[in-house]
């Protein structure tokens, strides 16, 4: 090969490299990510202000790629479009120590429906873990979502929640509060302060349960 192909070629291989590097972070799949310093940043997506909050107002699939501690009085993360899921990926969306009286209120805010959340950890918020009230079709899978001042999940008055194989535990009021066509699977609800389990839109035998549900509710683990 000439030597000024040889250059060429090595110049055009530097400046591709430039471009990935210039390029925004994000999963290889297309998912979004969100580290603690990207939501301090703000800009996760259009809107999203600096700090907590983390304001989700795109329609898509997000993933952690880091521990997220809102502070004190926060929000962890608002859901302002539908048909979102949050990869937690293993980490922990965590208000502060349990019970402390000014940890962060809400891990997630559901404000459109089809919300799904999964793989991971929700810890110590003052509310609720996960706030979908009036949200239709949230899905929670393979979550840890404990020692919550109130409630682990939130979703009265939204249809056909479903939660599999999750953790909800040692939450002040009720582990989960959910509305009509509620179907839990697989999961360990238990130590909550009042309730395991609150149909909130029927009275029990109006309600279409799962036979899982069911068993559940009756033992009120």
């Keep these: 090969m000439p030597l000024h192909r040889f250059h060429s070629s090595i110049l055009a291989f530097l400046a591709f490299c430039g471009m990935l590097a210039a390029a925004p972070a994000g999963a290889a799949d297309g998912e979004i990510l ?6 301090l940043a703000g800009n996760v997506t259009p809107g999203d202000a600096v700090g907590f ?3 989700l107002s795109e ?3 997000y993933k ?3 521990n997220l501690t809102p502070g004190p009085n926060k929000i962890g993360i608002v859901v302002a479009a539908p048909d979102v899921t949050i990869d937690l990926n293993g980490f922990k969306l965590s208000a502060g120590p349990a019970g402390g009286a000014n940890n962060s209120t809400h891990g997630i805010a559901g404000q459109g429906d089809r919300l799904t959340v999964k793989n991971g950890t929700i810890g110590a918020f003052r509310i609720s873990g996960i706030n979908a009230a009036s949200r239709d079709h949230l899905i929670v899978e393979n979550m840890r979502i404990i020692n919550g ?3 682990g999940i939130y979703s009265t008055g939204g249809n056909n929640t479903r939660i599999q ?3 909800v535990a040692s939450n002040g009021n009720t582990g989960i509060v959910c509305g009509l066509s509620c179907h ?3 999961s360990i609800v238990s130590g909550n302060g009042r309730y395991g389990i609150h149909i909130a839109s029927a009275p029990f035998w109006e309600t279409p349960f799962s036979i899982t549900q069911m068993l559940v509710s009756i033992m009120k683990v």
């Design 53 to 55: 909050p983390v304001t």
């Design 64 to 66: 952690l790629a880091g």
């Design 184 to 186: 839990i699977e697989g």
């Design 34 to 39: 969100i580290t603690q310093a990207k939501a």
């Design 149 to 151: 001042g109130y409630y």
């Design 165 to 167: 194989n999750s953790t």
């Design 59 to 61: 329609s898509g699939s």
